[in-house]
């Protein structure tokens, strides 16, 4: 790599330098702009997950983060009860890779406090279940697709309203605040629906593969943001109608429910508490 071929990176941040670090290391030139006087810290603390850290490690930088907290393991807590359902140690992961390590500088995150914004929900999962709390969710994200393609700027669900008026106040037409509710419709079942997920996989999963189980889980959302918004943009660009594209959700939500009614959690074993 020829040595004086010169790359200007702007910002000295954790990705400017990393990057600047790492294009060095193979023999460019690499100049960093920053407007700051000094490099210091700034904000809320850094954490990195297990990939950011294995890079940092083998650009030479572990000795540097030999300074910072790593946590002891991860644990999920009931909101309802502060119990522990059930924990992944980190401890032994960090000492046969230390890449397995979530490094950061402080200490002020407290996972009590959003457990305490979650207690609603805990109860709700503590008295129907998760897996009862996961279909009513969807039950009403699916109302709230179905309600939103029967919304349009002259009619709410094939009543006919004003329309929005040109220049006119934002969300002062019928319409736009019909689309305000039913975002927060969607909003406030989002939460309760992710908690019941999580808890719904550690009692179906085995205890000495949770962490497996819910790699997979990640996984699969991952593919599902990338899958969903490409169906529809497909359908969007063939019918040349956005409804058409969005509809596509209802057949999701659809497939999700009948692959819910089949799982069976009677003989799941029985959630630490």
Do not use: H
């Amino acid at each position: 790599m020829a040595a004086s071929r010169t790359i200007i990176v702007a910002g000295a941040g954790i990705g400017g330098l990393t990057a600047s670090l790492a294009l060095a290391r193979q023999g460019f030139r690499v100049i960093v702009m920053e407007k700051a006087e000094r490099l210091e810290e700034a904000g809320a603390g850094l954490q990195l997950s297990p990939n950011a850290s294995r890079v940092l490690i083998d650009l030479g930088l572990q000795p540097r983060l030999a300074g910072a907290v790593t946590p002891e393991a991860i644990c999920l807590m009931s909101a309802a009860t502060g119990g522990e359902i059930t924990r992944l140690s980190l401890d032994r992961m960090a000492k046969s890779d230390p890449g397995n390590a979530g490094w950061r500088r402080d200490l002020s995150v407290s996972y009590e406090k959003v457990g305490n914004v979650l207690v609603a929900q805990g109860k709700l999962d503590d008295a129907l279940g998760p897996k009862r709390v996961i279909a009513g969710a969807m039950m009403i994200l699916l109302f709230a697709i179905v309600a939103i393609l029967l919304v349009d700027k002259n009619s709410i669900l094939f009543v006919t309203v004003t329309p929005p008026a040109p220049g006119g106040a934002l969300f002062a037409a019928p319409a736009e605040r019909a689309y305000l509710l039913l975002g927060c419709l969607i909003g406030a079942v989002g939460g309760p629906l992710q908690a019941a997920s999580r808890t719904l996989l550690v009692q179906l999963a085995p205890k000495d593969r949770i962490a497996q189980y819910f790699g997979l889980f990640a996984l699969t959302g991952k593919v599902t943001s990338f899958v969903g918004p490409l169906l529809i943009g497909i359908v969007t660009a063939v019918t040349e109608s956005q409804k058409a594209g969005m509809a596509t959700l209802v057949l999701f939500f659809v497939a999700g429910l009948a692959l819910l009614a089949r799982v069976d959690v009677s003989s799941s074993r029985t959630s630490q508490r």
